[in-house]
């Protein structure tokens, strides 16, 4: 079972910016693709990026493109979140998920992903 660890969450302000780090448990670790989603109070989880973890492809929601990179080091099996230019409603906590080694959803389709981490705390005060 693959466990997922989110770690670089805090309190920012708006205009900051701040790095998420998804370290994954399994050393031959090889999804078909990785993703971060977010979900604030009151909200649905929305997907924020996506990458295909052997061809690096990136995929981005429209409310972030531009400001968040997503990156990925195959040797450490980590994914990154960049965010930059914060804004106060990307508050949310940000979750990091993995598929399995085949997917049939679109990278931004929650339902491709098999295995989720706990979830990092992002804050972002105006």
């Known amino acids: 079972q693959v466990q997922l660890v989110e770690s670089g969450g805090g309190l920012v302000q708006a205009g900051g910016s701040l790095r998420l780090s998804c370290a994954a448990s399994?050393?031959?670790?090889?999804?078909?693709?990785m993703a971060w989603f977010r979900q604030a109070p009151g909200k649905e989880r929305e997907f924020v990026a996506a990458?295909?973890?052997?061809?690096?492809?990136?995929y981005y929601a429209d409310s972030v493109k531009g400001r968040f990179t997503i990156s990925r080091d195959n040797s450490k099996n980590t994914m990154f979140l960049q965010m930059n230019s914060l804004k106060p409603e990307d508050t949310a906590v940000y979750s990091c998920?993995?598929?399995?080694?085949?997917?049939?959803?679109?990278?931004?389709?929650?339902?491709?992903?098999?295995?989720w981490g706990q979830g990092t705390q992002v804050t972002v005060s105006s």
């Open positions: 998920a993995a598929s399995g080694l085949f997917s049939v959803y679109a990278a931004q389709n929650s339902r491709g992903y098999s295995y």
């Open positions: 399994e050393r031959t670790f090889s999804p078909y693709a």
């Open positions: 990458i295909r973890w052997s061809l690096g492809s990136t």
